[in-house]
């Protein structure tokens, strides 16, 4: 197992490597140091010096990729690629181009991101799993058939609606809670309650068609007939076996996007003004800062391979005939 | 002539998607394991209900995608010269409702703008509002608009209906002859649902579309249904519009989707090896970068190569299709991946089955393998895939617009809608005609689309049959 | 069953328990703690998060929010007086240039300018005022500094400047400015104004170049400022400097105003380049230490920032000498007062329109600008055209101010252009025929909603230079009628354009339509509706617009190579002289090739004569003569479509006091004051929670299952 961990976090390097690469790429093919400068600069009097010196400061007076004057391995690691890229390796980020240093904007902005995704992910897959039951424990009436129309209905219906209409009712016109902001600790409950729900509701139609799908397949397994068969109330084989099985695949399935629960909502979170890392990720591609951007997608991309690996853990934690090699 | 055709980048992927998908029909058609699922499809009644909606989209798009430019009236005859605005066959239908534009905001089927202004009335000024310049310019008095509105609505579904009525009897006429009915037995086929295909939906979808087009037909010739938005542009006209905007993202990102995930995913699983792992390099390092950034910065290029050559794109709508299309091909690249990752296990699975094993002892060749043994067994996959996407796609598009990296913002479509929308609701009275407006249509088509996707994916894959 | 029911039974209650849980207040929506309620707190939002507080770097109006009350330099501006005036901060009077010719003798005060060599500011502060308590100045008894010699050992935990306990003060004294002066020119702070200081304080350049040297030789060691000598700023008492300046230089004045000069201490720098502050966001670029009425107690630039009185402060009294109009808007009820009046201020971070609005009219915010879209539910205009209130505010006791901002919108057309440029009469004629087209009353009418003036020329209102009414109308665009400005007809334009060549909006010669370029970086919501205004405008003179939408950085590029047609663009007053509109439009500051703030790249040799001699006059009879030259050359070239002077409508509650908007002024937050009792009052009575849709959702949803509860009984006792 710790083998197998570690082979899988080595794997990851090449990974981050092609991440970074590609990051790197696409943000120059279009900026020259030369304009972020410029853009850090402002609008009013910046001279050629200024965006000289600002170069000089963060480090963008090298060559990109490859030194052609320099020799040896100074050829590679004297550019500005391996001078950003080399240190985030050892997850030192640096500071960001307008000056803040990132990985304490990370420690600090962690906490209301996660204030936020937390929630939405534990009670989103509560309720979503309750709407499913409900839905397969009532199959045989009305309420099936209207609850899969509502999922349909619910799906096809944009995110941003669901903000919109979150925010002009519920703190608006009813003053029911606060329209957007943020606070730490007990404070900050009321500042969640409407993100929150807003998000949940947005996941409702498909989380909980997905989950329906998954317990009718259960139900319809030869297990469950012979426990049916053995006289079981419908609501034991309901909660003994078929949501109990059907929970292997929807966790293992909700395992991968875990860790990125950190990443935090780029939308909701520029909506509601939670000050969380999904909106500086948002600012920072704004505002065309590299650094923070770079930092950002290199942990993304480190959280989503451990996402990888928990899932691939899970697998074998839940169903002893895979094993990890 | 009287104009100058233009074909935009994305008109010919489009009348090139069309044209497979006839292609793909006719074959389809030829081969009756083929057309088995589809005829499932075509008995599901909410499925065809929604495929009749989404037709009605498609067509409205397709003649948005024949463009043209207007020859200037007094340009001189030898050297013709041409306007630089763009418009559609759809333009040229809709005709008045581009171009009667009025000041400002008005209200849904309103004869006065929104907000009140200084005019001069029997040489005084007061402030009130002003009558619209078009809408309900015809009426007299104010207090004539209702009854006018409540006339134009009935003459529309009179005129729905009836014409609903005269489409059924046709139908019933050819019905009849064609399987030598009783027009009474037929009828009650038809009531009852025993016709062996879903001809009360059918016929209750197309009635429904022909009153409410109708009445919007007469409403829109004297009012603007959907009121103006700021600058006074017909909402209907813009929401009409934003179809084809809605239908270009949703489809030809699945184009570029497909080739890319069908080659490399089938490859992955069949080969196994090191192809398998470039490729699965490949698609993890894709997958975990944030697509808003990839896509942000693919429209960032685009924008670059245009400033570089201003002489090929010398229309504003060349410049925001080119946009379009750069936003349609990055999404693909973004989205490929998890299509590509259900190929690979799939054809993983398949290369161990027993003929297939054994054609390669044979030393049949790979690709012919892959031709004949692997892609027919994952092509439902690929085909549910096509449809399950296509309303997340359109929803996408104005998630993107939102954050600033979707559509040109001179371009219809409904995330500027919503967009431009947003401030308007902090207004008192709200003004929430232009957002209601995107709100139906995007809800329209999207859940069309989803009601058709479950009718495939029903029909294709046998696992979920019954099961809905 | 049973079990059913009770499950459902509970999810209700605990729904119901926890919506009252929220509503642990009076007010559900309260977004701050409700210990704070009858605080002595300022309420107020920030739309994007300040990236400098250091004053040598900060140069944005957001940030001069903060730095501001912050930061004091040796002047400011009177907060009553109209026209802006300078009175003494810090400074014991408002400075007055000596001036000396080459051989170092002085001069008269009226010498031409071209034999004045240098002129020279001598400033003296005020003794006796004290920096806020800050860490950088605590020492011990032994008078030793107690975190000047830290070691990473020791920082390590402190991750804000309240972490250091123990907190000092020190009395300003000259050398700070001075020192300041010296930072404009350190290579690692970049400061904005150093390549326009660097061409008028006498030794600056050189100072930049030394200070580049050493920081390129020892690349890792700190710079010491008091180790470099500056020519142009010297100390000569403890209370007193002087500043060289080259030539004469009268806007230089206007500058000292600006906390760009206000006193650095140089405890704070040591302090701040100790090993392992920069990794915490400890430096002076985010954590000020000003001698000004407010020091920033919480800096969260993504939440909130808090500024809380000095205890230190000097002590400054409310002004006593306004007009008769400023007492009756009760702007002088505090005169002679002590300030500052609140305690704190509280600044949050609010990106969006729709929530900043809300929370306005909900009380949580003290006052609030208007955005175009509530506009309507705010103002109305009376009968004679004056805005008003709607009934809906008054109902609210809220208060409207207006003022015509010290800026300018315009589009301009790029004078190195092939087809819009040039001083040829075809093209001039061209410009005026668009520059007719282009309808800014309409604009301001959809867009502002009224909150602008259409601009005449170049200069706004408020400044020396303008001349109001039909006097001062630019006679190319607009004519007088009947005592009122009214726009040329359409006409007119037409006509203007077909002498230009471009009868119909078609070239005479090869008929080809007129196609111009319109480049922009507009997004957001309303720029749609905005392009396609600008596309209806040209229409009317049959000529085809192109919009062609860029970034910041395209757009820049364009601009700085001169490959833009037409574009928008504005400019904000540094200082209220028209020397600092003018010379948007002067020959060498030509954006081309010389990299300056002429965006049209206008060149008018003429003009550029007349701006030379304008920028040494004093405000006078024949500097306006100058002007009013200048202002007929301009609106006959019409580089720049003028497009309008915005006017800024604020809003306040009743309980807010002391607001007169001050354009030049940024530390007006001292003058302000609130009444916390009746803000609570109001606060309470405006945020009842509405409770029925909670009743009505619960219902209904019972109502919805219920049916399937008992149609699943009765399945199962039939199966039973």
């Not at chain 3, 207006?402 to 800026?407: F, H, K, L, Y």
């Amino acid at each position: 197992m710790f083998a197998y961990i570690l082979r899988r976090l080595l794997y990851a390097i090449p990974i981050l490597i092609g991440v970074n690469l590609l990051t790197f790429a696409l943000f120059f093919v279009v900026n020259t140091p030369d304009d972020m400068a410029r853009l850090q600069l402002g609008a009013k009097h910046v001279t050629p010096d200024a965006i000289e010196r600002w170069k000089v400061e963060h480090g963008y007076d090298k060559p990109l990729l490859l030194d052609s004057k320099a020799t040896g391995s100074a050829q590679f690691t004297d550019t500005i690629f391996f001078r950003h890229s080399a240190a985030m390796f050892a997850f030192q980020f640096g500071k960001g181009d307008d000056g803040r240093d990132i990985a304490n904007e990370i420690r600090t902005r962690m906490w209301p991101s996660l204030a936020i995704a937390l929630p939405v992910f534990v009670i989103g897959l509560l309720v979503n799993i309750t709407f499913a039951l409900l839905m397969v424990f009532f199959r045989t009436t009305y309420l099936d058939l209207w609850g899969v129309v509502l999922c349909v209905v619910l799906m096809s219906v944009s995110g941003l609606f669901y903000i919109i209409a979150g925010q002009y009712f519920i703190a608006k016109l009813w003053d029911l809670l606060p329209i957007s902001g943020y606070a730490g600790g007990i404070n900050g409950f009321k500042f969640v309650l409407l993100p929150v729900l807003v998000s949940v509701a947005a996941g409702l139609g498909s989380g909980a068609r997905w989950y329906r799908t998954i317990f009718l397949e259960e139900i319809g397994k030869d297990y469950v007939r012979t426990a049916r068969a053995k006289g079981l109330g419908e609501v034991r084989v309901l909660f003994r076996h078929v949501l109990k099985n059907g929970m292997i695949p929807i966790l293992t399935g909700a395992v991968v996007v875990l860790p990125l629960l950190f990443m935090g909502s780029l939308i909701t979170e520029s909506f509601f003004g939670i000050p969380g890392l999904g909106s500086y990720t948002i600012d920072a591609i704004q505002a065309q800062d590299f650094a923070v951007v770079r930092a950002m997608v290199f942990l993304g991309s480190f959280l989503y391979i451990v996402g990888l690996i928990l899932t691939d853990i899970s697998y074998s934690w839940v169903d002893p005939r895979v094993r990890l090699q | 002539m009287s104009f100058m055709p233009v074909v935009l980048w994305t008109d010919r992927l489009i009348f090139a998607l069309l044209a497979a998908v006839l292609e793909l029909v006719w074959f389809i058609r030829r081969h009756p394991h083929l057309r088995a699922p589809w005829a499932a499809v075509a008995r599901r009644p909410m499925a065809m209900g929604a495929a009749l909606v989404l037709a009605v989209f498609v067509v409205i798009g397709l003649l948005d995608s024949l463009h043209y430019r207007e020859r200037l009236p007094d340009s001189p005859p030898g050297q013709p010269q041409y306007s630089v605005e763009v418009l559609s066959a759809f333009d040229a239908l809709v005709g008045p409702l581009r171009t009667r534009q009025e000041k400002t905001y008005s209200a849904p089927l309103a004869m006065q703008l929104y907000a009140k202004e200084f005019i001069e009335r029997d040489g005084a000024t007061v402030r009130d509002y002003p009558r619209l310049k078009y809408g309900g310019a015809h009426l007299k008095r104010a207090d004539a608009r209702e009854p006018d509105i409540v006339r134009r609505i009935l003459v529309g579904l009179a005129q729905g209906l009836a014409v609903g009525l005269l489409l059924f009897g046709l139908l019933a006429a050819w019905q009849t002859r064609h399987r030598h009915m009783v027009f009474g037995t037929w009828l009650t086929a038809w009531a009852t649902g025993h016709l062996g295909w879903p001809g009360r939906t059918i016929a209750l979808t197309v009635a429904l579309m022909l009153m409410l087009g109708m009445v919007t037909f007469h409403l829109a010739a004297g009012y603007h249904v959907f009121g103006t938005d700021k600058v006074g542009q017909d909402v209907l006209y813009i929401s009409l519009k934003s179809i084809r905007t809605g239908l270009v993202i949703g489809t030809l990102t699945t184009l570029v989707t497909l080739p890319l995930a069908i080659v490399l995913g089938i490859a992955a699983g069949y080969f196994r090896g090191w192809v398998d792992d470039v490729i699965q390099y490949v698609y993890t390092v894709l997958n975990s970068i944030p697509g808003v950034l990839l896509i942000a910065a693919a429209v960032l290029i685009v924008q670059v190569a245009i400033e570089a050559h201003p002489d090929l794109f010398d229309t504003a709508a060349a410049r925001a299709d080119i946009r379009l299309l750069a936003l349609c091909l990055i999404m693909g690249v973004t989205s490929w991946t998890s299509l590509a990752r259900l190929l690979r296990g799939e054809s993983l699975k398949l290369r161990t089955l027993d003929y297939v094993e054994a054609a390669r002892a044979f030393g049949v060749s790979h690709a012919r393998i892959i031709s004949r043994h692997i892609f027919p067994n994952v092509f439902h996959l690929v085909l549910i895939a096509i449809v399950l996407d296509f309303s997340g796609l359109v929803l996408a598009e104005a998630v993107l617009s939102y954050v600033g990296v979707g559509v040109d913002p001179t371009m219809y479509s409904w995330g500027n809608m919503i967009n431009g929308a947003r401030l308007e609701l902090a207004r008192e009275p709200v003004v929430w005609w232009q957002l209601g407006a995107a709100f139906a249509f995007m809800f329209t088509l999207v859940l069309a689309a989803n009601l058709f996707a479950d009718g495939v994916r029903d029909a294709f894959d046998p696992r979920l049959e019954g099961r809905r | 069953m049973v079990r059913i029911g009770s499950i459902l039974l509970r999810m209700g209650l605990l729904g119901i328990g926890l919506s009252l849980l929220a509503g642990c207040s009076d007010n559900w929506n309260n977004p701050y703690p409700d210990s704070e309620a009858r605080a002595n707190v300022l309420y107020s939002a920030f739309s994007e998060r300040p990236k400098h507080l250091d004053p040598a770097r900060s140069y944005s109006s957001n940030e001069a929010e903060f730095t501001g009350q912050i930061y004091e330099p040796p002047l400011q501006y009177h907060f009553l007086k109209r026209p802006y005036t300078l009175i003494p901060l810090t400074a014991e009077a408002v400075p007055k240039p000596r001036y000396v010719d080459a051989a170092g003798k002085p001069l008269a005060d009226d010498a031409p300018s071209s034999a004045i060599a240098e002129s020279v500011y001598e400033i003296r502060i005020r003794p006796g005022i004290r920096y806020q308590p800050h860490p950088a100045f605590a020492r011990d008894v032994a008078g030793r500094y107690f975190y000047h010699a830290l070691d990473a050992a020791a920082t390590a935990g402190k991750t804000r400047i309240s972490d250091f306990t123990q907190t000092g003060t020190r009395e300003l004294v000259a050398a700070d400015y001075v020192y300041e002066i010296k930072r404009l020119a350190n290579p690692r702070l970049s400061s904005p104004i150093f390549g326009l200081m660097s061409e008028h304080i006498v030794g600056l350049k050189a100072l930049g170049d030394a200070l580049e040297k050493a920081a390129r030789t020892h690349p890792d060691a700190a710079l010491n400022l008091n180790d470099f000598p500056l020519a142009g700023a010297e100390v000569v008492d403890r209370y007193t400097y002087r500043i060289h300046i080259k030539g004469k230089y009268p806007q230089f004045i206007y500058w000292l105003a600006m906390p760009f000069f206000a006193p650095v201490p140089w405890e704070a720098e040591a302090f701040y380049a100790q090993p392992g502050m920069a990794d915490r966001n400890l430096t002076l670029d985010w954590q000020p230490v000003g001698t000004g009425p407010y020091y920033l107690a919480e800096n969260d630039p993504n939440r909130r920032m808090v500024l809380k009185k000095n205890p230190y402060f000097h002590g400054e009294t409310y002004p006593v000498d306004g007009d008769a109009e400023d007492r009756q808007a009760g702007l002088l009820a505090d005169a002679g007062k002590p300030l500052p009046f609140v305690d704190e201020a509280v600044f949050s971070l609010e990106k969006e329109t729709i929530p900043y609005w809300s929370k306005f009219l909900q009380g949580y915010y003290d006052s609030s600008g208007i955005s175009s879209d509530s506009f309507d539910q705010a103002i109305q205009f009376s009968a004679g055209g004056a805005p008003q209130l709607t009934d809906s505010m008054r109902g609210k006791d809220i208060h409207l101010i207006t003022t015509v901002a010290a800026s300018i919108w315009y589009v301009g057309f790029n004078m190195l252009d092939p087809v819009v440029g040039g001083l040829g009469e075809d093209r001039r004629k061209l410009r005026q025929a668009i520059s007719i087209a282009f309808d800014y009353d309409e604009f301001i009418s959809i867009f502002l909603n009224g909150r602008g003036i259409p601009a005449q020329g170049p200069i706004p209102p408020g400044l020396f230079g303008y001349v109001d009414g039909v006097a001062g109308l630019n006679p190319y665009v607009y004519e007088a009628r009947g005592g009122k400005i009214v726009r040329r007809s359409i006409d007119v334009a037409k006509k203007l354009l077909a002498e230009a060549g471009y009868p119909n909006g078609r070239n005479a010669k090869t008929g080809a339509p007129l196609i111009l370029y319109f480049d922009t970086m507009a997004s957001g919501p309303d720029a749609k509706s905005r392009l396609d205004w600008m596309k209806k405008q040209l229409d009317k003179l049959n000529i085809q617009l192109v919009v062609r939408g860029t970034d910041y950085n395209r757009f820049q590029d364009k601009m700085r190579k001169g490959n833009a047609q037409l574009f928008e663009w504005g400019w904000n007053a540094d200082y209220p002289d028209p020397e600092n509109f003018f010379f948007l439009l002067y020959g060498p500051n030509k954006k081309v090739a010389s990299g300056g703030e002429n965006a049209a790249n206008y060149d008018n040799p003429e003009f550029n004569r007349l701006f030379e001699r304008m920028k040494d006059m004093d405000n006078g009879p024949e500097r306006q003569h100058v002007i009013d030259a200048m202002l007929g050359i301009v609106r006959r070239d019409a580089p720049w479509i003028f497009a309008y002077y915005p006017k800024s409508f604020g809003l306040t509650h009743d309980w807010l006091h002391n607001v007169k908007p001050n354009l030049m002024a940024n530390n007006t937050l001292k003058y302000r004051r609130i009444d916390p009792d009746l803000r609570a009052a109001r606060r309470a009575e405006w945020n009842r929670p509405v409770l029925w849709p909670i009743v009505l959702l619960v219902g209904g949803l019972v109502v919805v299952i219920a049916p399937a509860v008992i149609a699943w009984r009765r399945h199962e006792r039939k199966l039973a």
